[in-house]
């Protein structure tokens, strides 16, 4: 609490000292994100923490006027944390939490919360597990009674796991194998983190999803589900006794014996990668652009988001604007990946008809040689500032998302879950934004050009010789 104190203080006086040498206009911005950031503290402020003997860190958020109640629990727990030869195991049995525990066996979970219309899910990723539901607020005691029988007592039978199997493997069939190009740029971006535990893809390996069984599930439970890998988060219309009920089904839920894994950050150096792809069933040849950058701990994390942003992802981003005259490309799409060790920045651009992947990707080293040479200016930097806090606004604006978000929290924000992401963003300075453009997306990237057949890729090639009236006409019969 002294450190987040000190904090406060120190940036009002920073802001107090920069007074005499800023324009109105200048300060007008600043008053703004102030303003605009308000919220987020208002918030905090309502949240109580409390961490049980067990180490389960919870956080209740109570919100006037609503009957309903969101509940988010996240587990550090991902595919980061499986062995060699159960790769697909944290999402595999995220699967299985579904699908009975000890007092509520089959499909009662999913029974319950429909006859109560509740909403609920979960996802899973390199670095957590989460589940998350939304039901009546007079529904919450039986909602914590499920969520902790599911946690703490779940019921692997053959039955199920055979079910969930073919689940998964229909799964990784549909969004990987049956698309274009899917496979294939997976594996390849995963090379690049090899010797890492980022170096397998979250929905694990057909053979390891096969190989799996009650007994070695039941093992990864006892070894990573554990209360001091949970947070737990309410928000809504809390009941008076939603501590007790709490304390009662989660209090004696026993700590492990053996410390949580350890994991170390990963800076890469990046250099340049230059491979190629060949897809019979693309439909049109693709540019697919990665940069290794850093995790969510890490001092630059901040500066490479607001940059991601920059370059890729706003509505007003540098690719963005590109195409609104006379385009290069059709689409562009990006998802950088934030890891909690780990970063990667990644761009996928489809180019039109009289572009060529090679124009492409100098374009886009262009606009970093640019950026790193001379950065971007204090009013860029402040309307990127306002965009992440827009879109974390309209994030706490959901109780689902609020709750989610509260139980994603990162260690270094414990007690500060809103606002010590914030302070990090705005804390940002157009040298930084400088630096880390130099440091992260200048010197080399990966570079994967996706290719069609190679009558698409003859047709294409011929579109690129044509006049450019004519291959606007053309390329619309073509796609």
Same mark, same amino acid.
């Given at each position: ?27 007008a911005?600043?008053?703004?994100? @102030? ?20 180490g ?9 006027? #609503? ?11 991902? =595919? ?64 914590? /009674?499920?969520?902790?029988?599911r ?7 053959? @039955? #199920? ?8 493997l ?5 969004s ?67 501590? @007790? ?14 410390p ?23 439909? /049109? ?5 990665? /940069? ?42 990006s ?19 009289? #572009? =060529? ?19 971007? %200016? ?19 604006? =959901? ?7 509260? %139980? ?20 940002? #300075?157009?040298a930084?934004?400088q630096?880390?453009a ?42």
């Open positions: 609490m002294k450190t987040e104190f000190s904090l406060k203080y120190c940036l009002l006086a920073y802001s107090l000292c920069l007074y005499a040498f800023i324009s109105p206009n200048t300060l911005e600043e008053l703004n994100l @102030e303003q605009l950031a308000a919220p987020l503290y208002h918030l905090e402020q309502k949240i109580s923490y409390q961490t049980l003997d067990n389960l860190q919870i956080r209740l958020l109570p919100m006037d006027n #609503t009957l309903s109640v969101s509940i988010a629990s996240q587990f550090s727990v991902g =595919s980061r944390d499986e062995a060699p030869g159960q790769t697909g195991y944290a999402h595999l049995f995220e699967h299985m939490l579904f699908k009975g525990s000890k007092n509520a066996p089959g499909d009662s979970y999913a029974q319950t919360m429909s006859s109560l219309s509740g909403q609920f899910n979960a996802s899973t990723f390199f670095d957590f597990t989460n589940y998350y539901l939304t039901i009546p607020s007079a529904a919450l005691e039986l909602a914590l /009674w499920l969520e902790a029988d946690f703490i007592r779940p019921a692997l039978t053959q @039955e #199920t796991v055979t079910n969930q199997q073919a689940t998964v229909e799964e990784m069939a549909t990987i194998d049956n698309q274009p190009y899917v496979r294939q740029a997976m594996e390849f971006l995963l090379k690049q983190a090899q010797g890492t535990p980022y170096q397998h893809a979250v929905i694990g390996s057909k053979q390891d999803i096969a190989q799996s069984t009650p007994t070695s599930l039941n093992q990864f439970h006892q070894n990573h589900y554990r209360p001091d890998a949970m947070q737990l988060s309410i928000v809504g219309g809390l009941p008076p006794q939603t501590t @007790e009920w709490i304390q009662s089904l989660f209090g004696d839920w026993a700590k492990a014996s053996t949580i894994n350890a994991h170390q950050e990963y800076i890469f150096d990046n250099k340049s990668v230059r491979a190629e792809i060949v897809d019979n069933r693309g439909p /049109w040849p693709a540019l697919l652009l990665a /940069w290794h950058t850093v995790g969510q701990a890490n001092r630059d994390a901040a500066a490479v988001t607001l940059l991601e942003g920059y370059l890729f992802q706003n509505r007003n981003s540098i690719i963005k604007q590109s195409g609104l005259k006379d385009p290069e490309q059709l689409l562009t799409y998802i950088p990946l934030s890891m909690e060790h780990m970063g990667v920045t990644n761009l996928v651009i489809v180019p039109r008809a009289k #572009t =060529s992947l090679d124009k492409l990707a100098g374009n886009i080293e262009q606009m970093i040689n640019q950026l790193s040479s001379q950065g971007i %200016s204090e009013s860029d930097l402040d309307h990127l500032k306002a965009e992440w806090l827009n879109l974390k606004l309209r994030q706490v604006d =959901s109780p689902s998302a609020l709750a989610r978000a509260l %139980s994603a929290t990162l260690p270094q924000d414990r007690l500060v879950p809103l606002t010590g992401p914030w302070e990090r963003i705005n804390a940002v #300075t157009t930084d934004m630096r880390v130099g440091r992260y997306f200048n010197h080399g990237y990966v570079r994967l050009d996706l290719l069609p057949p190679w009558y698409v890729r003859w047709g294409k090639t011929l579109l690129e010789w044509l006049p450019g009236g004519l291959t606007d006409s053309l390329e619309d019969s073509v796609l």
